[in-house]
């Protein structure tokens, strides 16, 4: 059985994307020969042939264009307000439930009941299908998602949003992965009778085993009004760093990612609107100390806002502590969180 309860309120916002696997052509570098009198030139030529580069080797997937900024999000800590409490309880290898309760002190208390199954298909660590997700507040409102893989190469997904008992998100997603391409497809809230629809297409290429390239078109319809944003995204993936910029015609995103040692992990971002004129810059860190079990996460931005999630385990017990706080000090707000997780 697990619990966790938790004085912060409020997510913090996937991305997120993944790393392009070391597949491409490897070129051979032939040793330095000597040439004899009585030896021919194509003895010298011989290894060097032999060592060509080789063709037709995967370069690896790109991933998900939603996951590009993923690394630089994680190295950022999740705004916490309130306590909350969480507690999850594994039925058996397919399912799971979990409980959580926050009582805030911005907003109204809530209560959440979450659950999830697993099918037997895994396909990594993280990814199994088919995946039915359900969580429903006190209210009634209901958020579901349903993931299934269709083939070996195309997945599934849907979901499905309400507020109380008015439908408000319904979303159907399909995914090819090829071996160095991704291509996503997703009809968000369709409607025949109003003429309305919002369809967005995703898709990356590996170029090489470090640098992915792609492009999002999101185009929406509704009566009166009907328009498309084309979006360019890339990927540079290093050994120790990671640089990801979208480039639109609503602005710009850009983040990097940096991976000091073990324990020191770094993240900047900064994020540019066309249309609102707004420009903001966010840096992050995360600290951890494996021999204490703690992880510590750091943020600072240019709304002069800086802010600190502390997170704790206590083995054996399959407990967490987290505590937070953030201050903004261009609007002199502050608020701070408890949070405790067990399972």
Same mark, same amino acid.
């Given at each position: 059985?697990? $619990?966790?309860?938790?004085?912060? !309120? ?29 030896? @021919? ?19 690896? /997937?790109?991933?998900?264009?939603? &996951?590009?900024?993923?690394? !630089?999000?994680? %190295? ?5 307000? =309130? ?44 990814? @199994? ?6 969580? #429903?507040?006190? /209210? ?40 160095? !391409? ?11 009778? =109003? ?21 999002? #078109? ?7 009004? &009907? ?14 760093? $990671? ?7 609503? +602005? ?14 770094? +993240? %900047? ?25 703690? %992880? ?39 608020? !701070?969180?408890?949070? $405790?997780?067990?399972?």
């Amino acid at each position: 059985m697990a $619990v966790a309860a938790s004085g912060g !309120c409020g997510p913090g916002e996937a991305a997120s994307g993944a790393h392009a696997r070391d597949g491409g052509a490897r070129r051979g570098l032939g040793g330095r020969a000597a040439v004899g009198p009585g030896r @021919a030139m194509g003895n010298v030529l011989g290894p060097a042939a032999a060592r060509a580069p080789r063709r037709g080797e995967p370069l690896g /997937s790109p991933g998900s264009f939603d &996951e590009l900024h993923r690394q !630089c999000k994680e %190295v950022f800590p999740q705004q916490m307000e =309130g306590v909350k409490l969480i507690v999850t309880k594994t039925l058996s290898s397919h399912f799971q439930v979990t409980h959580t309760l926050h009582m805030s002190t911005l907003g109204p208390s809530s209560y959440h009941f979450n659950a999830t199954f697993v099918g037997d298909r895994q396909l990594g660590p993280t990814e @199994a299908f088919p995946t039915l997700v359900g969580d #429903m507040d006190n /209210s009634g409102s209901l958020n579901a998602q349903v993931l299934h893989l269709v083939a070996e190469r195309i997945r599934t997904k849907a979901v499905f949003q309400t507020h109380q008992a008015k439908f408000v998100t319904w979303q159907f997603d399909g995914e090819y992965r090829g071996d160095d !391409c991704t291509a996503t497809l997703t009809l968000g809230n369709p409607d025949l009778l =109003g003429e309305s629809v919002i369809l967005v297409a995703h898709f990356l290429q590996s170029v090489t085993s470090r640098l992915v390239l792609g492009g999002e #078109m999101v185009y929406h319809r509704r009566p009166g009004e &009907e328009g498309a944003i084309l979006t360019l995204a890339g990927k540079y993936t290093a050994l120790k760093w $990671v640089a990801t910029l979208n480039v639109g015609y609503g +602005g710009a995103h850009a983040s990097y990612y940096h991976r000091a040692n073990e324990q020191v992990q770094v +993240g %900047v971002e900064l994020e540019a609107n066309t249309r609102l004129q707004d420009t903001t810059f966010a840096f992050g860190y995360q600290l951890n100390l494996p021999q204490a079990n703690m %992880v510590f996460r750091g943020l600072l931005d240019s709304n002069w806002s800086v802010g600190g999630v502390l997170e704790k385990k206590l083995p054996p017990l399959p407990v967490t502590l987290a505590l937070g706080a953030f201050l903004n000090h261009w609007k002199n707000r502050f608020h !701070c969180g408890f949070s $405790v997780i067990v399972g």
